[in-house]
């Protein structure tokens, strides 16, 4: 079971707008940055947000993250059918019990 | 641009070690803003965080595998390692070496720059 909590899936329709929530604690989420990560099937893990809301060079701006105390959201709108993929929110742990936490993941369908 | 490629053995028998090597390219490990480590992520699971380090030496490790677990930094190849001792079928999964970027000024930290990873069986 992971420290931080996702949705094991959403889904949606091609255009249309979806939302990831990843829930955590004062330890983590609540006191550190988020970031998010996006692992297209059969690849490698890639940045997609960092710094809650911060955009890589190369990430399209139909993604976008946000924090507010112990939760973070990923949005994803105009989707298409190249998004779905497994989305993981992540940041650090000050209770040290792990430093670094990663949420459970999340499948995103698009329909 | 920086690049990380794993390499190592894709099969090691349950009870030995499993040693991978990171190989960091077009970039120093050197970096004052990196630490270096691996993720891990067994098939059909979640990604599973291992370990970061340092390049000078100070490391944080995931407490359900530190007593197995070593990284190291070879500066002068620009490569860090992974060592885990004693594995079993459970340490069945793809491992991916990354580098976790920090910002000196905040708290802001995140995996920025990942190999492609590298499947590891235990198996006899």
């Known amino acids: 079971q992971s420290v931080l909590t996702q949705p094991p899936s959403v889904s949606a329709a091609p255009g249309q707008k979806v939302t990831i929530s990843c829930s955590g604690s004062?330890?983590?989420?609540?006191?550190?940055?988020v970031s998010w990560y996006q692992q297209l099937p059969g690849a490698a893990p890639k940045l997609l947000i960092y710094?809650?809301?911060k955009r890589p060079s190369g990430t399209p701006d139909r993604f976008s993250g946000s924090k507010s105390g112990t939760s973070a959201t990923l949005d994803i709108t105009g989707l298409q059918t190249g998004d779905e993929a497994d989305y993981y929110c992540?940041?650090?742990?000050?209770?040290?019990?792990?430093?670094?936490?990663f949420g459970g993941g999340t499948k995103l369908t698009v329909l | 641009q920086v690049q990380l490629q794993e390499s190592g053995p894709g099969l090691v028998k349950p009870s030995e070690t499993l040693s991978l090597t990171c190989t960091v390219s077009?970039?120093?490990?050197?970096?004052?803003?990196?630490?270096w480590g691996w993720i891990r992520q067994s098939p059909g699971k979640g990604l599973d965080w291992i370990g970061s380090?340092?390049?000078?030496?100070?490391?944080y490790h995931n407490p359900s595998l530190k007593s197995r677990v070593t990284i190291s930094v070879d500066t002068s190849k620009n490569q860090f390692s992974l060592k885990l001792l004693s594995v079993t079928a459970a340490d069945t999964a793809v491992y991916y070496c990354?580098?976790?970027?920090?910002?000196?000024?905040?708290?802001?930290?995140?995996?920025?720059?990942w190999g492609r990873g590298t499947l590891v069986s235990v198996s006899s």
């Open positions: 077009g970039g120093s490990i050197t970096s004052n803003s990196a630490y």
């Open positions: 710094g809650n809301n």
């Open positions: 380090r340092f390049y000078s030496g100070s490391t």
């Open positions: 990354a580098r976790l970027t920090f910002s000196i000024t905040n708290n802001n930290r995140f995996f920025d720059l």
């Open positions: 992540g940041t650090w742990d000050y209770s040290l019990s792990v430093p670094w936490v």
């Open positions: 004062s330890s983590n989420i609540g006191n550190n940055y």
